[in-house]
């Protein structure tokens, strides 16, 4: 079992920076592909990037253009998504994911996570 906690949303002017943090319990973490979604008002969940195990492999949603990075520190059981040039239609709830996931490339697809944070708000005022 993996637990998830996340931290670092709040309130931010649009094209200013947030960083988030997801930190896991357990001894396994660099076993993990880890990911973010985000759900806003209204809207279903979606993918924004995902990061493999062992960090060879990074994937973004097309609608990221280059603004977030998303990084880990094993050592540290931490997966971090750096958000710059931010824009209010980033404005949503985001969530971390996990799975035990062996692959060169981490799943984009959340029904392939079991692991969930509860999740950090993040709010973009124009």
């Known amino acids: 079992q993996v637990q998830l906690v996340e931290s670092g949303g709040g309130l931010v002017q649009a094209g200013g920076s947030l960083r988030l943090t997801c930190t896991a319990s357990?001894?396994?973490?660099?076993?993990?592909?880890m990911g973010w979604f985000r759900q806003a008002p209204g809207k279903e969940r979606e993918f924004v990037a995902a990061i493999s195990w062992g960090a060879f492999s990074l994937t973004y949603a097309d609608f990221v253009e280059g603004r977030f990075e998303i990084s880990r520190d094993n050592a540290k059981n931490t997966v971090y998504l750096q958000m710059n040039s931010l824009e209010p239609e980033d404005t949503a709830v985001y969530y971390c994911?996990?799975?035990?996931?062996?692959?060169?490339?981490?799943?984009?697809?959340?029904?392939?996570?079991?692991?969930w944070g509860q999740g950090t708000q993040v709010t973009v005022s124009s």
């Open positions: 994911a996990a799975e035990d996931y062996a692959d060169y490339n981490p799943p984009t697809n959340q029904n392939e996570y079991n692991f």
């Open positions: 357990g001894p396994t973490f660099s076993r993990y592909a």
